[in-house]
């Protein structure tokens, strides 16, 4: 690639700056990155943390990417037969490639009473949990004693739920499934994490399904204030704030108006390529082999790869395919007196017939580790409160190698 060559990168986020820096290193290309939001760049994994009080938003900063990203700036069309991109404030800029890493969006429910008939704004006490406006309004509503209702009890919303509690909130967590982090934990783990939350004080009701809102009007006017939500029993939770932590859904409009190929994500080949040549996508929004990942490592990752398809670094010949992410999801959960309570979760937890299952559990220290195993290879596994076996089990499962003994692996002196 030469200097000469423009690529515009669209997403200001953790995909696209990385996906930047990599392109702009030894001047390998002209690189512009289009960041919706007009804040520092800032690392979204680290919002709850922010929420609760433990960091400031400086904290979670990214590296600046300079001149190269432009601020407050949304693309509102890609034209791709001219290679042009319109943004919102008027300006085209022409690329020779395009990388979407426009990332998503919080799925809002279909909750009665959400919106206005015809309007878009959430009542006031309504929040969504996705960007760092949604993060910092939220937390300038937080005090002690405050109702919060939490809807969602996957990754998003248990991080919501104890950085609320942190804050002293009265919190009711709210999931539909059967139990917390059902796609990432087994029964055991989420029972374990369910009396972790209780003990920081969080009321959590499962197999729970939210009808609807209920609002007033302000005392000082102005659209319509939240004053609790109605569960599909007739059940009422009064609640001051609410916290919509539904999931996440991929930002594909730009893509779909261009006239991509468009699933649940953007589709992608091996290359990371869409159904236009010149144009990538990574990141939250992308959709490789039919999966659309949503983590930050898988991001990382697409990143790096689509730089290195087009530099040339990756193999001599740039060539080598991108094959997908083995994802592994950690989070931390801070507890006062009782310490923090790590967990981290990858592959496939659930075994299938014929897997093999090693778990070690401990009450008293609030520990449980399981991995399973199919024939000689690690394909999954959950730990929480001891994470010093994590590295090593993670690269075993990565690897993907044959092994013998698992059992070292759950062990503390697997982890050195």
């Known amino acids: 690639m030469t200097s000469n060559r423009r690529v515009v990168v669209i997403g200001g986020g953790l995909a696209g700056l990385r996906c930047a820096a990599r392109l702009a290193t030894g001047g390998a290309a002209a690189v512009t990155v289009l960041g919706e939001e007009p804040h520092a760049p800032y690392n979204r994994v680290l919002l709850a943390e922010i929420l609760a009080g433990r960091y400031d938003p400086e904290v979670t900063a990214l590296p600046d990417p300079g001149p190269a990203l432009r601020r407050g700036v949304r693309a509102v069309r890609v034209d791709r037969a001219d290679r042009t991109v319109r943004c919102d404030d008027g300006t085209v800029l022409g690329y020779d490639t395009l990388v979407l890493a426009t990332g998503s969006n919080p799925v809002l429910p279909p909750l009665r009473g959400l919106f206005e008939p015809d309007g878009r704004e959430l009542p006031e006490?309504?929040?969504?949990?996705?960007?760092?406006?949604?993060?910092?309004?939220?937390?300038?509503?937080?005090?002690?004693?405050?109702?919060?209702?939490?809807?969602?009890?996957?990754?998003?919303?248990?991080?919501?739920?104890?950085?609320?509690?942190?804050?002293?909130?009265?919190?009711?967590?709210?999931?539909?499934?059967?139990?917390?982090?059902?796609?990432?934990?087994?029964a055991d783990a989420s029972a374990l994490l369910h009396t972790h939350l209780t003990a920081l004080g969080v009321e959590i009701h499962t197999e729970c399904r939210v009808r609807g809102l209920t609002k007033a009007a302000p005392a000082q006017g102005g659209g319509t204030?939240?004053?609790?939500?109605e569960l599909a029993d007739g059940y009422r939770l009064d609640a001051d704030l609410v916290v919509l932590a539904c999931g996440v859904r991929p930002r594909i409009g730009l893509a779909q108006a261009a006239g991509l190929d468009v699933r649940k994500g953007v589709v992608v080949d091996d290359r990371l390529r869409t159904s236009d040549p010149r144009i990538h996508a990574i990141g939250d929004c992308a959709e490789h082999d039919g999966r659309v990942y949503g983590l930050?490592?898988?991001?990382?990752?697409?990143?790096?790869?689509?730089?290195?398809?087009?530099?040339?670094?990756?193999?001599?010949?740039?060539?080598?395919?991108?094959?997908?992410?083995?994802?592994?999801?950690?989070?931390?959960?801070?507890?006062?007196?009782?310490?923090?309570?790590?967990?981290?979760?990858?592959?496939?937890?659930?075994?299938?017939?014929?897997?093999?299952?090693?778990?070690?559990?401990?009450?008293?220290?609030?520990?449980?580790?399981?991995?399973?195993?199919?024939?000689?290879?690690?394909?999954?596994?959950?730990?929480l409160g001891e994470l010093s076996t994590v590295a090593a089990l993670a690269r075993s499962w990565e690897d993907g190698e044959a092994l013998t003994d698992f059992s070292h692996l759950l062990t503390d002196d697997g982890g050195s």
């Open 125 to 186: 006490g309504v929040h969504a949990f996705r960007t760092m406006d949604d993060c910092l309004a939220l937390s300038a509503a937080v005090r002690p004693g405050v109702r919060a209702v939490v809807i969602g009890g996957g990754l998003l919303g248990v991080s919501a739920a104890r950085a609320l509690a942190a804050r002293g909130a009265q919190v009711v967590l709210a999931q539909q499934a059967e139990r917390l982090m059902e796609r990432q934990l087994d």
């Open 296 to 383: 930050a490592g898988a991001a990382l990752e697409q990143a790096d790869a689509v730089a290195a398809f087009l530099t040339g670094t990756g193999d001599p010949a740039g060539t080598s395919p991108y094959t997908g992410t083995r994802a592994l999801t950690r989070l931390t959960l801070t507890s006062g007196d009782d310490g923090p309570l790590d967990l981290a979760a990858f592959g496939q937890a659930t075994p299938l017939p014929g897997d093999d299952v090693i778990r070690l559990a401990d009450a008293t220290r609030r520990t449980y580790r399981k991995v399973v195993v199919r024939g000689d290879r690690l394909v999954g596994g959950v730990l």
């Open 225 to 229: 204030l939240v004053t609790g939500v």
